[in-house]
């Protein structure tokens, strides 16, 4: 059977990588604590010096001419089927426009700001201010920048004026022009009966714009529900009061403009009504005078009596007469009105009178393309492709209109021919009638003309002011802006539980960092990636003893030796009874192979196994020192002198009478060479017939050939890998040596594993929590800390 098919795993049922992760990460407890608190500590300080933010809210209701008319279809707008009105979308932009905001802004004068300190913040007076900026009309320098200054109230009369690194800058009275850097100003005293005598009042001014920008960005306005019409206005803001004011204002302002927009037609048609009554006033005297004066030339009471009979019959065509001139007055002073206001922006005046429907709705569309134009210019330019588009509209309205009138009048003049002829026929019948009675009933005519188209102007200029009076906003207040008091920001516990994972995932982060950066090996799941059998770790000690395994010892690390030595009969691949050869080696020096060897022999020689342990490393010889002995031959003088026998260089040790050491000798100038000599072979073939297991210190392969020298006479290699100390890569030599089958029956073992660290497994039962052998112990204080907290 293949050695590849085993890995032995120390304990198997702690292969949940979940849970190994978490027990590595309780092991560092302490700085998770450390961190959570120091966190928690900043998130205090944070919302500490934070100016705290309170939400005010306002409804309103967008009203719709068309929203009482119901559709059958409107089942169909959540589908999708139908588009809905994007009204309340236009709304919300006109809500938020920069003008609307600018406005507001001037109004309530928010762009200069008052603070005073209190505690670790500076809070805002807003209205409750003791004095007030007042900055000289045509001098706008101080509002198109930013400014910050102090005053200082010293009495009722007087205060100091200080720049914003605080330095005296002025003393003055309140009242007075103030000429500096900033422009000319003047500061008053308001009536607030506390004006803060003695301290600071810190002044900010900002420029307009930027601050009407600032709280169109902090304006949220959102519709309650997708059916409604109701907007909800969110403005969040130190200072309540500020908050509601805006949005009360904002509101105001709007239905101010809506208004202005609505009444603007029905303006301009008074307008023209107004000057129309005004000229045809002066006609309608002057034609009374004349007939005044007719009747008193020629001492004239009652003319009409003698002609009625023939008046009863030119009634009808009189009347005719009468409405064709009023269609043609009309038609003239709207083209004597499109002449003398050509510019494009100007509206017609609508409702009239006259009689051609077609021409009316042309009035009509003309006026509404030059609301719409009118509105789009508000926010933008003549080079807007919309605006061009409805100019292009404007002149072809415009010029259809003007051949309309022209059209109209021409049918007039053709109506009022004909009915003049008839007029005449009648006129001629009254040829009894005397001369007086014929110019008499000219100046009538022409009187009555005129009374008439005045009555009919009189009565449209009421309708008009009507129209004015009655105009109402298209946005009516739900809810004036309201706020319940309540902190929004910042907010405690999200900031406190913010800070909370902070403090806990950056522990994680750091570990995850140190554990990317960390290149050691510390446990199985770092000898995985070279595919080599594992035969378990052996934990740290506090031992200052190199021999921990003992008799009668049931110490961690005399049991995980123990499962050493177990594990190591499974890797040699021979019968019970047979000899066997354990080389012990590593791939660089100082990773306790000695230490293993030393404590591995002393393990089989306590099962009663004849053990012989052989120090093979002749460079750096350790096991005579870990013993505490003093310098013996060995195997260097047994290959140098022939005479001397395996029994003169081999002793044992008194605690362990199964147990005998045969030690490297002298260091000498050619170790390579020393292996190679046949005596070396020959040793080893006398010593596996005397001895159960020969555990055999090695030098590391990393660093010298002479392991591969001997390699022939091992039946196992236990390959140590020490924990926190070798380089996980430097496992591909052990991994390529296992590969080439240079090292037989290789396996690894990590020495020194930390369990506690979150690495390597706990040994015993119950016998408490003394690793082995701890190689930190000699360390400074802050490199056991760094070594524990990258373990």
Same mark, same amino acid.
């Given at each position: 059977?293949?050695?590849?098919?085993?890995?032995?795993?120390?304990?198997?049922?702690?292969?949940?990588?979940?849970?190994?992760?978490?027990?590595?990460?309780?092991?560092?407890?302490?700085?998770?604590?450390?961190?959570?608190?120091?966190?928690?500590?900043?998130?205090?300080?944070?919302?500490?010096?934070?100016?705290?933010?309170?939400?005010?809210?306002?409804?309103?209701?967008?009203?719709?001419?068309?929203?009482?008319?119901?559709?059958?279809?409107?089942?169909?707008? !959540?589908?999708? =089927? #139908?588009? $809905?009105?994007?009204?309340?979308?236009?709304? &919300? *932009?006109?809500?938020? @426009?920069?003008? /609307?905001?600018?406005?507001?802004?001037?109004?309530?004068?928010?762009?200069?700001?008052?603070?005073?300190?209190?505690?670790?913040?500076?809070?805002?007076?807003?209205?409750?201010?003791?004095?007030?900026?007042?900055?000289?009309?045509? !001098?706008?320098? =101080? #509002?198109? $920048?930013?400014?910050?200054?102090?005053?200082? &109230? *010293?009495?009722?009369? @007087?205060?100091? /004026?200080?720049?914003?690194?605080?330095?005296?800058?002025?003393?003055?009275?309140?009242?007075?022009?103030?000429?500096?850097?900033?422009?000319?100003?003047?500061?008053?005293?308001?009536?607030?009966?506390?004006?803060?005598?003695?301290? !600071?009042?810190?002044?900010?001014?900002?420029?307009?714009?930027?601050?009407?920008?600032?709280?169109?960005?902090?304006?949220?306005?959102?519709?309650?529900?997708?059916?409604?019409?109701?907007?909800?206005?969110?403005?969040?803001?130190?200072?309540?009061?500020?908050?509601?004011?805006?949005?009360?204002?904002?509101?105001?302002?709007?239905?101010?403009?809506?208004?202005? !927009?609505?009444?603007?037609?029905?303006?301009?048609?008074?307008?023209?009504?107004?000057?129309?009554?005004?000229?045809?006033?002066?006609?309608?005297?002057?034609?009374?005078?004349?007939?005044?004066?007719?009747?008193?030339?020629?001492?004239?009471?009652?003319?009409?009596?003698?002609?009625?009979?023939?008046?009863?019959?030119?009634?009808?065509?009189?009347?005719?007469?009468?409405?064709?001139?009023?269609?043609?007055?009309?038609?003239?002073?709207?083209?004597?009105?499109?002449?003398?206001?050509?510019?494009?922006?100007?509206?017609?005046?609508?409702?009239?009178?006259?009689?051609?429907?077609?021409?009316?709705?042309?009035?009509?569309?003309?006026?509404?393309?030059?609301?719409?134009?009118?509105?789009?210019?508000?926010?933008?330019?003549?080079?807007?492709?919309?605006?061009?588009?409805?100019?292009?509209?404007?002149?072809?309205?415009?010029?259809?209109?003007?051949?309309?009138?022209?059209?109209?009048?021409?049918?007039?003049?053709?109506?009022?021919?004909?009915?003049?002829?008839?007029?005449?026929?009648?006129?001629?019948?009254?040829?009894?009638?005397?001369?007086?009675?014929?110019?008499?009933?000219?100046?009538?005519?022409?009187?009555?003309?005129?009374?008439?188209?005045?009555?009919?102007?009189?009565?449209?200029?009421?309708?008009?002011?009507?129209?004015?009076?009655?105009?109402?906003?298209?946005?009516?207040?739900?809810?004036?802006?309201?706020?319940?008091?309540?902190?929004?920001?910042?907010?405690?516990?999200?900031?406190?539980?913010?800070?909370?994972?902070?403090?806990?995932?950056?522990?994680?982060?750091?570990?995850?960092?140190?554990?990317?950066?960390?290149?050691?090996?510390?446990?199985?799941?770092?000898?995985?990636?070279?595919?080599?059998?594992?035969?378990?770790?052996?934990?740290?000690?506090?031992?200052?003893?190199?021999?921990?395994?003992?008799?009668?010892?049931?110490?961690?690390?005399?049991?995980?030796?123990?499962?050493?030595?177990?594990?190591?009969?499974?890797?040699?691949?021979?019968?019970?009874?047979?000899?066997?050869?354990?080389?012990?080696?590593?791939?660089?020096?100082?990773?306790?192979?000695?230490?293993?060897?030393?404590?591995?022999?002393?393990?089989?020689?306590?099962?009663?196994?004849?053990?012989?342990?052989?120090?093979?490393?002749?460079?750096?010889?350790?096991?005579?020192?870990?013993?505490?002995?003093?310098?013996?031959?060995?195997?260097?003088?047994?290959?140098?002198?022939?005479?001397?026998?395996?029994?003169?260089?081999?002793?044992?040790?008194?605690?362990?009478?199964?147990?005998?050491?045969?030690?490297?000798?002298?260091?000498?100038?050619?170790?390579?060479?020393?292996?190679?000599?046949?005596?070396?072979?020959?040793?080893?073939?006398?010593?596996?017939?005397?001895?159960?297991?020969?555990?055999?210190?090695?030098?590391?392969?990393?660093?010298?050939?002479?392991?591969?020298?001997?390699?022939?006479?091992?039946?196992?290699?236990?390959?140590?890998?020490?924990?926190?100390?070798?380089?996980?890569?430097?496992?591909?030599?052990?991994?390529?040596?296992?590969?080439?089958?240079?090292?037989?029956?290789?396996?690894?073992?990590?020495?020194?594993?930390?369990?506690?660290?979150?690495?390597?497994?706990?040994?015993?039962?119950?016998?408490?929590?003394?690793?082995?052998?701890?190689?930190?112990?000699?360390?400074?204080?802050?490199?056991?800390?760094?070594?524990?907290?990258?373990?």
């Amino acid at each position: 059977m293949e050695l590849e098919q085993y890995n032995f795993s120390v304990e198997e049922n702690q292969e949940n990588s979940l849970k190994d992760l978490l027990f590595k990460y309780l092991y560092h407890w302490k700085w998770f604590l450390l961190s959570i608190v120091i966190a928690l500590i900043a998130g205090r300080y944070y919302l500490k010096y934070q100016t705290p933010l309170y939400e005010v809210n306002g409804t309103i209701l967008i009203k719709d001419d068309k929203k009482g008319e119901l559709s059958e279809l409107s089942a169909f707008e !959540d589908l999708g =089927l #139908l588009k $809905k009105s994007n009204n309340i979308e236009n709304e &919300i *932009e006109i809500l938020k @426009s920069r003008a /609307l905001m600018t406005r507001v802004v001037k109004e309530l004068k928010l762009n200069i700001q008052y603070f005073i300190k209190e505690k670790h913040l500076e809070s805002e007076l807003y209205k409750h201010t003791p004095v007030i900026v007042n900055v000289i009309n045509g !001098d706008s320098n =101080l #509002l198109n $920048k930013y400014a910050s200054f102090y005053l200082t &109230i *010293e009495s009722k009369n @007087s205060f100091i /004026l200080k720049n914003e690194e605080g330095e005296q800058t002025g003393k003055y009275k309140f009242g007075e022009i103030i000429k500096n850097e900033l422009g000319r100003f003047i500061i008053t005293l308001t009536n607030e009966p506390n004006y803060y005598e003695g301290q !600071d009042i810190h002044v900010r001014v900002a420029p307009v714009i930027d601050v009407a920008d600032q709280y169109r960005s902090a304006l949220q306005i959102n519709p309650v529900n997708k059916s409604s019409g109701v907007l909800m206005l969110t403005l969040q803001d130190p200072v309540i009061e500020k908050a509601s004011n805006i949005i009360d204002d904002l509101i105001r302002q709007h239905n101010a403009d809506a208004i202005a !927009d609505k009444n603007q037609v029905s303006k301009n048609t008074a307008d023209f009504i107004n000057e129309r009554i005004q000229f045809i006033s002066r006609e309608l005297s002057s034609v009374e005078g004349e007939a005044e004066d007719f009747k008193t030339k020629h001492k004239l009471t009652d003319v009409e009596s003698e002609a009625k009979l023939f008046l009863e019959t030119g009634k009808v065509s009189e009347m005719s007469l009468l409405d064709l001139n009023t269609q043609l007055q009309l038609s003239d002073f709207m083209n004597e009105y499109i002449q003398k206001h050509s510019g494009e922006s100007e509206l017609l005046p609508s409702n009239l009178g006259l009689s051609d429907a077609s021409l009316s709705l042309q009035i009509a569309d003309y006026n509404k393309l030059i609301l719409e134009r009118n509105r789009i210019l508000k926010n933008s330019s003549e080079k807007n492709p919309v605006v061009e588009n409805i100019n292009s509209q404007l002149q072809g309205i415009r010029s259809s209109i003007k051949e309309s009138l022209n059209n109209y009048k021409g049918a007039l003049q053709i109506k009022l021919k004909e009915l003049t002829r008839n007029d005449k026929e009648i006129s001629a019948k009254i040829g009894s009638v005397p001369k007086y009675e014929r110019e008499y009933r000219i100046i009538q005519r022409q009187q009555q003309i005129k009374e008439a188209l005045y009555l009919y102007l009189l009565q449209k200029r009421e309708e008009t002011n009507i129209a004015l009076a009655v105009t109402v906003a298209n946005l009516k207040v739900i809810d004036h802006a309201f706020s319940n008091g309540a902190l929004v920001a910042p907010n405690k516990s999200r900031i406190y539980l913010s800070a909370f994972l902070i403090g806990l995932i950056l522990p994680i982060v750091v570990l995850i960092i140190l554990d990317l950066l960390d290149t050691k090996v510390h446990g199985k799941k770092d000898t995985d990636f070279v595919k080599l059998p594992y035969l378990g770790d052996i934990p740290l000690t506090s031992s200052k003893s190199k021999l921990v395994v003992l008799e009668k010892d049931r110490s961690n690390i005399a049991e995980a030796f123990r499962l050493l030595r177990t594990n190591v009969e499974f890797i040699t691949n021979k019968s019970v009874g047979e000899n066997r050869t354990v080389f012990v080696t590593s791939t660089i020096g100082k990773e306790g192979k000695s230490f293993i060897a030393l404590n591995l022999a002393a393990s089989f020689a306590l099962s009663g196994k004849k053990t012989l342990l052989i120090g093979t490393d002749l460079r750096v010889p350790k096991i005579l020192a870990y013993l505490n002995l003093a310098d013996k031959k060995g195997l260097t003088n047994y290959v140098m002198d022939q005479d001397l026998s395996i029994n003169d260089i081999v002793f044992q040790i008194p605690e362990f009478k199964d147990l005998s050491i045969l030690p490297s000798g002298p260091i000498p100038p050619n170790p390579a060479e020393l292996l190679m000599n046949p005596r070396i072979k020959d040793l080893f073939e006398i010593v596996k017939r005397e001895y159960d297991y020969v555990i055999v210190d090695t030098a590391p392969v990393g660093l010298v050939a002479d392991t591969l020298l001997i390699s022939g006479c091992a039946d196992c290699t236990v390959f140590v890998a020490r924990a926190n100390y070798l380089d996980k890569r430097m496992l591909r030599i052990a991994e390529t040596l296992n590969k080439e089958k240079r090292l037989p029956n290789m396996a690894v073992l990590i020495n020194g594993a930390d369990a506690h660290s979150g690495y390597g497994y706990g040994y015993g039962y119950g016998y408490g929590y003394g690793y082995g052998y701890d190689n930190t112990t000699d360390l400074p204080w802050w490199k056991k800390i760094f070594q524990k907290a990258t373990a």
